[in-house]
C-alpha cells in the first residue's frame, strides 16, 4: 500500500524527470553537430551526456549508487546481471559505455526510445545469422574507443539468483579479442514494506506503469556496482560464457524477498 507521502514523491518525481528528458533530447543536438567533424568525438560525448544524465536522473528518482572494484576503461566489453529497467542508469552513471541488447528492448517502455537515442546496438537473437552484423557493430564502437555492455542472462530476473548465460553473446569478444569485465548489481530499498525483489527488481509478468511508479514512491534505493578485479578471455564462446559465469557467482548477491538493509559502499 503506498502512503500519501509516497504518491506524493511518485508525482513529483514523475514531473521533474520528464523535464529533465526533454533536456536531455534538447542536448541531443550537439552531438549530432560534433559528428560532421569526428565520429569518435561524437560517440565519446554522446555516452558522457548519458552518464551525466542518469547521474542527475537517479538522484531525482532517490537512488544512491556505490561501486565496488575498479571499472573497466574504454574500449572493453563488459556483462553485467539483469535486475530491472534501473539497471541502465546506474550501470551508465558509472562507466562511459554502450549497450549490446536483444532486438526487443527498443520496444521497452520509456526507456526504449531513450536507449535507441543513445545509441544502443542491438542483436536479433531470432535469427541465425543475428549475431554478425552485432559482432561488426561492437567492433565499430570498440575501434572508436567505446566501451560496450550486455546483459547475457538475456533476460531481467528476481535477483534471487543469476541465470543461465546466454552463450551467442560471446561470439563478439571472442571475435574481437577483447576480454569480458564482470559487474554485477544489488539494489536494496531498507524498508519491509517495499522489498527490493518485488519492488525494485523488475521480472516476470509484471507490468511497467505500475512498477515503475511504486518505484518513485520509495523514498530511497541503494543500488551497488560491483566489479570483478580481473577480466575474463577465452577463445570459445562456451567456455568464455562458463568461466564468466563463474566470475560473475564469485561477487553476486541475491536480493532478498524482504525488507533488506541499506547497502553502504565507497562512492
Request: glycine share 8%.
Amino acid at each position: 500500500m503506498i502512503t500519501f507521502a509516497g504518491h506524493l514523491r511518485a508525482c513529483t518525481r514523475l514531473l521533474v524527470l520528464l523535464v529533465w528528458l526533454l533536456l536531455l533530447t534538447v542536448s541531443w543536438l550537439l552531438p549530432l553537430a560534433v559528428g560532421v567533424f569526428s565520429r569518435r568525438a561524437k560517440a565519446k560525448l554522446r555516452v558522457r551526456q548519458m552518464a551525466a544524465w542518469s547521474r542527475v536522473s537517479l538522484r531525482l528518482m532517490g537512488v544512491r549508487v556505490t561501486r565496488e572494484g575498479p571499472p573497466p576503461r574504454a574500449p572493453f566489453f563488459l556483462v553485467s546481471n539483469h535486475l530491472s529497467y534501473l539497471d541502465v542508469l546506474a550501470l551508465w552513471s558509472q562507466v562511459d559505455t554502450y549497450f549490446l541488447a536483444k532486438l526487443e528492448l527498443g520496444s521497452w517502455p520509456l526507456l526504449g526510445p531513450l536507449i535507441r537515442a543513445a545509441g544502443t546496438l542491438f542483436v536479433d537473437r531470432n535469427r541465425a545469422r543475428g549475431v554478425l552484423p552485432a559482432i561488426e557493430a561492437v567492433q565499430r564502437t570498440l575501434d572508436l574507443g567505446c566501451g560496450v555492455l550486455v546483459f547475457p542472462e538475456g533476460t531481467s530476473s528476481s535477483g534471487a539468483a543469476l541465470l543461465p548465460l546466454r552463450t551467442n553473446f560471446f561470439e563478439v569478444p571472442v571475435r574481437s579479442g577483447y576480454p569480458v569485465h564482470v559487474a554485477c548489481l544489488h539494489y536494496a530499498s531498507g524498508d519491509p514494506r517495499h522489498p527490493s525483489r518485488e519492488h525494485v527488481a523488475w521480472w516476470g509478468d509484471m507490468g511497467f506503469p505500475d512498477h515503475f511508479y511504486r518505484l518513485l514512491s520509495i523514498r530511497r534505493i541503494d543500488a551497488r556496482v560491483r566489479f570483478a578485479a580481473e577480466p575474463v578471455a577465452g577463445d570459445d564462446r562456451k567456455r568464455l560464457a562458463a568461466d564468466v559465469a563463474a566470475a560473475m557467482e564469485a561477487i553476486f548477491e541475491p536480493l532478498p524477498d524482504d525488507g533488506d538493509p541499506v547497502v553502504e559502499g565507497a562512492a
